[in-house]
């Protein structure tokens, strides 16, 4: 649930047609969130499964299978910006992310040229443009940012991209700061719940308490975003969904809530946290305290920097691999 008194805001992590056009409004006229963010599985889930979509793709005739996918992206990513609009204009985030091709993150041309149309097509000024955090994403994101365009990065697991993000995200802005007229906002999105999804196996073995590394690793990241100091430049904790029963459905909101940061969630998730709401937000979390972890980390065998690099290069895989079926199968 949006808190605006703390500045959290509640973002939903899911975008598809028949909820768009029924469910979704409701859950932004009640204040439950003030954003949302799609991404390739998302899309491919969608547009594969639901039924929603079936009349449009019948309609298709010399259109190839990526022309066809974003034909039906910008569609619902243009109803979602339209209908987080109010927010939008009063201040209240009202952000929409549409993602560039997976197959583009290490080309830094073809993801600015891919952000600039995707922006241009959906023509709604509270869409951010999603790219990953690669050498190419970086460059991507100023060239962006320095044009107006919103920017969110994607696939952050380290302290170390999520400061080569702000210094891109930093330099776009103060280019715009001298233009006449734009604004543009960026989201840091950090990968939460893929390291203990990887890590937990190996520490309950060891007998350690589970479900704490990715929870940490945020923590260390918001604490360098925010010491960066940048208003517009804030961090969203993503994949926050909780898989099994070991932890609460809502656990990686609350142990997460914290000022200036973005938790963007599947429904299921928020509905749950709506249900009992946190009031005081656990973040930050002292610097020493989260050393203190990663250097047990290291005691019990666990190398950050190689889980590092495993979380970044499955998440580019699992996100090419969605959008590579999505396109056969259209």
């Not at 339209?82 to 929409?96: E, T």
Request: net charge negative; hydrophobic share 40%; charged share 25%.
């Amino acid at each position: 649930m949006v808190d605006k008194n703390m500045g959290f805001s509640m973002w939903l992590d899911f975008v598809e047609r028949d909820f768009l056009n029924n469910e979704f409004t409701p859950l932004i006229e009640k204040g439950i969130i003030n954003g949302a963010t799609s991404n390739p599985s998302i899309f491919a889930n969608a547009i594969t499964t639901s039924a929603a979509y079936h009349e449009q793709i019948a309609s298709f005739r010399k259109q190839s299978p990526k022309q066809r996918y974003e034909a039906m992206a910008i569609e619902d990513i243009r109803t979602a910006a339209k209908k987080l609009r109010s927010s939008y204009k009063s201040g209240n985030d009202g952000f929409i992310s549409v993602e560039v091709d997976p197959f583009l993150a290490n080309d830094t041309e073809g993801t600015v040229r891919e952000g600039k149309r995707l922006f241009r097509d959906i023509g709604e000024p509270n869409v951010m443009i999603k790219i990953p955090a690669t050498e190419a994403g970086y460059e991507a994101m100023y060239t962006l940012i320095s044009l107006g365009i919103s920017v969110n990065a994607t696939l952050v697991f380290s302290p170390a991209q999520a400061e080569r993000c702000v210094e891109a995200m930093s330099r776009g802005l103060d280019e715009l700061s001298m233009g006449v007229g734009l604004n543009a906002q960026a989201v840091i999105s950090v990968f939460v719940s893929r390291f203990d999804r990887l890590l937990d196996p190996i520490l309950r073995q060891k007998g350690i308490q589970t479900g704490k590394t990715g929870v940490y690793n945020a923590a260390r990241i918001y604490n360098i975003v925010e010491e960066m100091g940048y208003p517009n430049i804030r961090t969203l904790f993503a994949s926050t969904g909780v898989k099994g029963d070991d932890l609460p459905a809502d656990y990686y909101i609350k142990e997460l809530l914290a000022p200036h940061s973005i938790n963007t969630a599947p429904l299921a998730t928020i509905e749950e946290y709506i249900k009992a709401p946190s009031a005081e937000p656990n973040l930050p979390i002292p610097a020493d305290e989260i050393d203190g972890y990663f250097d047990s980390l290291k005691s019990w065998d666990i190398d950050i920097d190689a889980v590092y690099v495993q979380l970044m290069d499955e998440g580019v895989k699992a996100f090419e691999q969605a959008f590579k079926e999505m396109l056969e199968k259209l």
